[in-house]
Every structure is written in C-alpha cells, then in structure tokens.
C-alpha cells in the first residue's frame, strides 16, 4: 500500500500549485478518510484540508480557508490540494494521508491516519 504524491515546486507570493497523491493497493480508497498535512522547518506536522468518506464533506484549517481545496477522484484513486493565493507561511513539506477509521473529531490529528506519502515540497517566495 503507497501513497505516491507529486506536483510541489517554487512558486511566487499569490501563485498557484496543485499538488496530489496518487493510492495503489489501497481497496478502500474510496471510502477512506483523505488528508492533507504539512510540515515547516522546525515545526510539527499540522492538518491542512480533509474529506471525510466521500461524504462530500470537506474540512480545512483556518490558515487555508477559502484559499485550498482538497479534492478526490476515487476511481483513479487519487487525491489533489489546488493552492491559490499562495503565502510564503505556506511553505512546507506537504503530505497526504489516508485513514479507513477516523472519526471526524480526530480528522485533524496525525495520529488518525494509516497511510501516509513520502512528501513534497511547497516554497512560496516573497
């Protein structure tokens, strides 16, 4: 079971990226819980966006409202998070996760997730 995420890079203050995580061997994909997470320099790992189930229903961190969305094609088993007006606070290692169990009071917590990609880079230049 791999979660496979690509697409980060460099990227000026008000840019765009899109990055996303691609499951393999993962048959419970879509029902699964997806999540996206990030890591600075120095810092913990903090919950940017989630999906709960395919429920249609999408939560985000306060820092990235209305700024990310968190999307999910469950069958190519792929998940992305499209980042508008990018800031360099944003800069981080991005990561995305996927759990069968979590429960929405726990979506934010690292600890909720089974699967978990390798990472990838976000900069936001200033």
């Known amino acids: 079971v791999q979660l496979q995420a690509s697409g980060g890079g460099l990227v000026q203050t008000g840019g765009s990226l899109r990055v996303s995580c691609a499951a393999t061997?993962?048959?419970?994909?879509?029902?699964?819980?997806v999540a996206w997470f990030r890591q600075a320099p120095g810092k913990e790992r903090e919950f940017v966006a989630a999906d709960f189930r395919s429920y249609g229903r999408r939560y985000y961190a306060d820092s990235v409202k209305g700024r990310f969305t968190i999307s999910r094609d469950n069958a190519r088993s792929m998940m992305s998070l499209q980042m508008n007006s990018l800031k360099p606070e944003d800069t981080a290692v991005y990561y995305c996760?996927?759990?069968?169990?979590?429960?929405?009071?726990?979506?934010?917590?690292?600890?909720?997730?089974?699967?978990w990609g390798q990472g990838t880079q976000v900069t936001v230049s200033s």
């Open positions: 996760a996927a759990s069968r169990t979590v429960i929405m009071s726990s979506m934010t917590l690292v600890s909720s997730y089974d699967a």
């Open positions: 061997g993962r048959q419970s994909f879509a029902t699964d819980t």
